[in-house]
């Protein structure tokens, strides 16, 4: 292996290494959020039908808008993160690829010649 394809290899697992870190984060925090999200609905929403003052009605819709908001923020979120690694492998499967294919071409230049 050259010394500019062991660079590109290192550079590329050193970046990984750190953005998967922070995707597992995020990866893992999302669910959560959704989860909350549809909880703070919920529990608004029962909280609404069990209050008949005007006051909480209000309260409890704001609830079930928060929770509702939480949920959609949490999904983009995971899309973003399922988009950004799927975009980031595929670069880097690219360039390793790559790497391969010009190692076969000298490897088939050195026979020849």
């Known amino acids: 292996m050259s010394a500019d394809q062991e660079f590109v290899l290192s550079i590329g697992a050193l ?6 870190g922070i995707e597992q984060v995020v990866a893992s925090v999302t669910p959560k959020l959704s989860v909350a999200g549809g909880g703070i609905a919920a529990a608004s929403g029962a909280a609404k039908t069990a209050m008949t003052d005007q006051n909480w009605m209000t309260v409890a819709d704001y609830g079930v808008m928060a929770g509702i908001i939480v949920g959609v923020v949490s999904l983009v979120l995971q899309a973003i993160v399922f988009y950004r690694r799927d975009k980031r492998e595929s670069k880097l499967f690219d360039a390793k690829m790559d790497s391969m294919h010009k190692q076969d071409e000298r490897n088939d230049a050195e026979k020849r010649g």
């Open 15 to 20: 970046f990984t290494e750190k953005v998967q």
